[in-house]
């Protein structure tokens, strides 16, 4: 993992969605130089992996074009739970240097992987209460999922020179435009379309992050099941559509009993959490990913789980110059959040 210090795009190739963002520094903070999507084809990346690698770098190219990209360099991000690893963990207290030369012996018992077939990663917290120990965030993602990404992004002519993962792109997106509540627990949890990827902060840091192999699909699919129609019509229903023979009210309470999945992973995820500490609250959810555009979907999560949810703003601290469609980008802005975590990874790198 390489950082660069240019400018750069962030790309989030997600297996529905292909977002890129750019983020200029101005003198007051941010401005947005860049915000474009487009939708792929279904089966292109499954389950974190590419499948068609040559039909990704056409719709990569086509994003390429339709955006006018400026820039070669671009960081992108993995997820999924068959390919990334994050784990917080606690080791005697080293140095950095002295982590770097034992990381890998460390990680092994943590990784289920073959520690040979991974690209690790770690940062230092701190020290712990206890004397002599400290907090690790251990990061491992297989080489070759890494190598498919980069090799695919390569071969649409663009130069990425950061790896990042979902997790750590949606925190480095909240930090850039949220106050850390130093005494809180925030959950950030970003719905796509296959994955569902869950950062909890304990004020402002990584505690808990988990990637499940679970997202809006299911909804699409719920749909096309129940009315039987295709996958291009499933998901206008899902936005609030009609389509001939079935109207979106109809549609709708299949896309509210199809959520139920997705909530209930939501729901353990978090019991996990707070099983692992005695008396964690949480304080809020701030909701990112395509799912977070399904209607009263913030709604219907809260009432499941009984906490706060919020729709991301990632451009809440990134102005929107006055030649954008700010009115598109702000509808369309929950999709962007690992893609502006990304463009913003420049600053203060880990
Ligand atoms: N306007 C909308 N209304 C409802 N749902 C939407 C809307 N736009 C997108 N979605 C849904 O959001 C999902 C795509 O979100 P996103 O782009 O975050 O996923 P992705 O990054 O491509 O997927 P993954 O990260 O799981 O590979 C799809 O399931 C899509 O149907
Ligand atoms: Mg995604």
Redesign the pocket.
Known sequence: MIFGSKSTIGL????????AVQVKDVKDGYELAMFD?IP?APEL?VD?AVIDSLRLVDFLKELRSKAKFKTKDCVISM??HSSVIIKRITLPEMSEDELEESIRFEAEQYVPFDIDDVNIDFQILGPKEEPGQMDVILVAVKKDIINEFVTVVKDAGMNPVIVDV?AFALENMYEVNYEIQPEANTVLV????????LNILKGGISAFTRDSAI???I??EAIQKEFNVTYEDA?KL???ESVEGVSSDEAMSIVYSASEDIFTEISRSIEYFRSTAVQEEINEVIL????????N?DEMLAERINVNVSVVQPFRNVRIPSKMDSAYIE??A??A??ATGLALRRHGDR
């Open positions: 989030d190739i997600g297996s529905s969605y292909i977002k999507m792929t990346i974190g997820s999924g979902d970003n719905i796509g379309a296959s994955t569902i990827t997202g809006g699909n909804i699409t998901e899902k936005f609030g990112c990913g395509g799912c977070a555009l399904i209607r979907f509808e369309m929950p999709l959040a690992v």
